[in-house]
């Protein structure tokens, strides 16, 4: 049976390659370990340990930013190989 895709460009695959075979490398753990931060420790430590020195916006609009944008930066990092 023949694949009627004709050339399909997938970048960071070698020609000939399966799709399966990309690997699993320490971006997409270090990306992991990001999402995990970004979801799961940033709102826990600012939930049950506020900021107290800090106005409301801040601790609770503008604090939350930082993990956001470093998610966003390994992201495109993590993509970027």
Do not use: K
């Amino acid at each position: 049976m023949s694949d009627d895709r004709g050339y399909v460009y997938e970048p960071g695959v070698e020609p000939g390659a399966n799709a399966d075979e990309r690997e699993f490398d320490r971006r997409g753990w270090t990306l992991v370990g990001v999402i995990v931060f970004t979801f799961l420790v940033a709102p826990a430590i600012i939930l049950f340990h506020p900021p107290d020195m800090l106005p409301f916006f801040v601790a609770y609009l503008v604090l939350p930013l930082v993990p956001a944008v470093l998610l966003g930066i390994v992201a495109v990092w993590s993509a970027a190989s």
